[in-house]
Structure formats: C-alpha cells, structure tokens
C-alpha cells in the first residue's frame, strides 16, 4: 500500500491499523479512515480531517486505490468493505495483528473466506498458520506487526548507544539480545474455556 498513488482507506479496530496510517501518512500517501470503533476515536487531531462518517464508508471505498484493513473475530464491518471494495476491483490488503484466527477474520460475516490481493503477517509462524488454515500462500507476506515495532522501538530505541544503556540497567552483557515480550489478556475478551464456541 505504500507504494501506491492516491488515497487508501482504512478500517478495522486494531491498533496495528493505525501505526500503518502514520506511517503512510509520514511518508505523504494520504488516507481515509472509516469513523467505526477504535479508529474512528483514536486518530490523532492532526488528522481528523482524514475521518470519513460510518455511514458514508462504502461510498468513500470507491475514491480509494487500494483498501487496507485490520480484522476483528467478531466485528464484521472492516470485512464488510473489504468485500465491497474487492467486488469493485480494487487492491485489498489485510494487515494481521496478532497470532490467531487467521481463516476466521475473514469469515466473521458468515460469507466464504475473503482472500484479500496481500495478507501481511508478523512472522514466519503466523504465515504457516494462515497457509494451515487455507490462506493461499501466494497473497502472504512477512511484514512484521508495525503496532508492536513502534512499542519496541520506543521501550528501546534502536542505536547502540541506548542497547548498552538498556543491558547495562538490565544488568546484561553489553552485545546481548534483549526481547519484548508484549501479550493480550485473552481470558478477560474471550473467557477461560478454550472449549467454548466462538473461542479463537
């Protein structure tokens, strides 16, 4: 999506989504953000001119080249103008947020699977969850989860300078790997019985 002209459009509740917009953003690609759920109240104010109303979404798809969205596994709404936005022909890129549900985000609407035109997953493992689960291989790709990249970055920074700092506070050697491990509180969204239906 980065490298396409023009405006893409976003929707989704995830974080992920918008560290893709500021970045896009950054890079001048300007975007439209559809005003549903976390998106539509976390944009910065910098770009609430960007905000496009829920109700005006499926038309704002038709002023955008490609469509970019993060996925729910229970709201259907970015699905839903994905699907609007493929049935026009336009370039449909999923942006995977976390390691789980790779089929079912695409499904939660009850239609068949959506195979977006790029699926971007955070690594190698999430890819051949996705491909286990029927995600053609030829629409994957290891992009990394740029929600999670910025937190990295921002716990600890990426120059040598503040890697020796960060081991020397954490009482390491100074070339050592240091690992953010960053984790969603399942049980409190989907409930303790991984048995239950509708439970990822």
Same mark, same amino acid.
């Given at each position: 999506a980065g490298r396409c002209a023009g405006h893409a459009a976003f929707m989704g509740g995830s974080r992920v989504v918008l560290a893709v917009i500021l970045e896009l953003e950054a890079q001048g690609i300007p975007c439209l953000v559809s005003e549903h759920g976390f998106l539509g109240r976390e944009l910065p104010k910098r770009l609430r001119n960007r905000l496009v109303p829920e109700e005006k979404s499926l038309q704002a798809v038709a002023a955008c080249r490609v469509v970019l969205f993060g996925s729910s596994s229970t709201d259907p709404y970015a699905l839903a103008l994905a699907r609007r936005a493929q049935a *026009? %022909? /336009?370039a449909v890129v999923h942006v995977l947020d976390s390691w789980s549900s790779y089929r079912k985000r695409l499904e939660t609407d009850d239609g068949p699977m959506l195979v977006p035109d /790029?699926?971007?997953v $955070?690594? +190698?493992? +999430? +890819? !051949? %969850?996705? !491909? +286990? *689960? %029927? /995600? $053609?291989g030829s629409c994957l790709s290891m992009a990394g989860q740029p929600a999670l990249a910025g937190t990295a970055a921002r716990l600890f920074p990426f120059t040598a300078a503040h890697r020796r700092e960060a081991a020397r506070r954490l009482k390491l050697p100074p070339d050592a790997h240091i690992v953010v491990f960053i984790n969603e509180v399942y049980r409190s969204v989907f409930g303790c019985d991984t048995g239950a239906p509708g439970h990822p």
């Open positions: *026009e %022909g /336009l /790029l699926y971007t $955070p690594d +190698a493992y +999430a +890819a !051949q %969850g996705a !491909q +286990a *689960e %029927g /995600l $053609p």
